[in-house]
Structures are given as C-alpha cells and as structure tokens.
Nanobody
Framework: QVQLVESGGGLVQPGGSLRLSCAASGFTLDYYAIGWFRQAPGNEREGVSCISSSDGSTYYADSVKGRYTISRDNAKNTVYLQMNSLKPEDTAVYHC??????????????WGQGTQVTVSS
C-alpha cells in the first residue's frame, strides 16, 4: 500500500525547533520531488519547501527561508524538514506530498495525513 506518513510535530515555544519526517512505504521516494505544505485554520494551503530528486535542488517559501531546511535520506526512504527559530505564525498542519516527477513543478500525487505544529508560549 502506497503511503506517506508525517511525524515530528508538536507544541514548541517561539524560537524553538522541530524536525518533521515524511516516511514513504509501498514505493521508493528516490525518483520523486517531495514538497512540504502547511495549512492553518482559515488559511489556504501554502507550499513551504521542496526538494528535487534529479539534482537535490531545494526551494523555500520566503516566509521560512533561512529558518527551515529540507533534506532527504533515500536509504531511509524519508524526507525531513528541520524547522528552527519557530514563530507563532508557523502554526499549522504540515503535510508532505510527492510530485509526479523529479522536479518541484506540476501537480502533486501522494499526500500524507499531516502533523500538527503549534508554536506558542
């Protein structure tokens, strides 16, 4: 069964850090670009970051640039999102998703169920 499972969310104080994981089962992540997205209540879903599979290029939304780092471990079939200097406005449900190909363009295919990140004092 094809599945993406996110983990690592939780409650953290402003300025803190979390590392999210996106683990794939039933297929190999190697060939796909993987994106992280987030959605806060009442807001549209926002693309946060992406990592390609072709050359490992990474992309970040302006709102997280310099604070978040995306990486992949193909041996573990997992993509990570390291989030530092977290702010209350980072609070959202974070999802990972595959792209149809190796680049961070075009439609998404498989989605995980999401993990809640709450930044609050």
């Amino acid at each position: 069964q094809v599945q993406l499972v996110e983990s690592g969310g939780g409650l953290v104080q402003p300025g803190g850090s979390l590392r999210l994981s996106c683990a794939a089962s039933g297929f190999t992540l190697d060939y796909y670009a993987i994106g992280w997205f987030r959605q806060a209540p009442g807001n549209e879903r926002e693309g946060v970051s992406c990592i390609s599979s072709s050359d490992g290029s990474t992309y970040y939304a302006d709102s997280v640039k310099g604070r978040y780092t995306i990486s992949r471990d193909n041996a573990k079939n997992t993509v990570y999102l390291q989030m530092n200097s977290l702010k209350p406005e980072d609070t959202a449900v974070y999802h990972c998703a595959t792209y149809l190909g190796s680049s961070c363009q075009g439609p998404n295919d498989y989605w995980g169920q999401g993990t809640q990140v709450t930044v609050s004092s």
